[in-house]
């Protein structure tokens, strides 16, 4: 199964929003609602930040949210922080567990 | 407060098999409808989904593994744990279990995100 596919990269000013897609087929993102996307700082594990497309776990700030269209889900970041700078990914279930391939996220 | 801890060699050698155990604390590894997953991460690269497995030894193997593959739960010690067999330096990567979290599903509890993440391990091969 292939990874799902994000944006290698993409960066914003403290303050503004940025969205982070991670793009499936109806076969994973498409057919089921199970993405989950994690926050990874360098050199330590990553961190459930949403699950079931949208939903926040206890402890995560409502600046993280997640949404879906289609075959693509979102991770929009809004009101950036300098502490938000890390890798993203999204995982959803398709036959089996996969994740998209990572983006790193820099505030400028 | 649910942690997990994995242990294991940090260098194995090629056509060898590399063993991991995770161990559980903070919380039963007999709870209800929950799975434990492993999840690898190679040098400078993405995220790998291993397999999962839930208390009663019921399992999911990635397809591209799963002739290497096996998974095995001790719930007297409150570990899981991992054999990958005939390693090449393509196994080289950090080792990560997780509690792979579940939501019902057509009347079946599902496994679905990972929630806690161990600390992960490198686990190296190479002669």
């Known amino acids: 199964q292939s990874a799902l596919t994000q944006p290698r990269s993409v960066s914003g000013s403290p303050g503004q929003s940025v969205t982070i897609s991670c793009t499936g087929t109806?076969?994973?993102?498409?057919?089921?609602?199970?993405v989950s996307w994690y926050q990874q700082h360098p050199g330590k594990a990553p961190k459930l930040m949403i699950y079931d497309v949208s939903k926040r776990p206890s402890g995560v700030p409502d600046r993280f949210s997640g949404s879906q269209s289609g075959n693509t889900a979102s991770l929009t970041i809004s009101g950036l922080q300098a502490e938000d700078e890390a890798d993203y990914y999204c995982c959803s279930y398709g036959g089996s567990w996969v994740f998209g391939g990572g983006t790193k996220m820099t505030v400028l | 407060q649910l942690q997990l801890q994995e242990s294991g060699p940090g260098l194995v050698k090629p056509s060898e098999t590399l063993s991991l155990t995770c161990t559980v604390s903070g919380g039963s590894i007999r709870s209800s409808h929950c799975y434990w997953g492993w999840i690898r991460q190679p040098p400078g690269k993405g995220l790998e989904w291993i397999g999962s497995?839930?208390?009663?030894?019921?399992?999911y193997y990635d397809p591209s593994l799963k002739s290497r593959l096996t998974i095995f739960v001790d719930t007297s010690k409150n570990q899981f744990s991992l054999k990958l067999s005939s390693v090449t330096a393509a196994d080289t990567a950090v080792y990560y279990c997780a509690r792979h979290e579940t939501s019902l599903r057509s009347l079946v509890w599902f496994p679905n995100w990972f929630d806690p993440w161990g600390q992960g391990t490198l686990v190296t091969v190479s002669s």
């Open positions: 109806s076969s994973d993102v498409g057919g089921y609602n199970y």
């Open positions: 497995i839930n208390y009663s030894g019921s399992t």
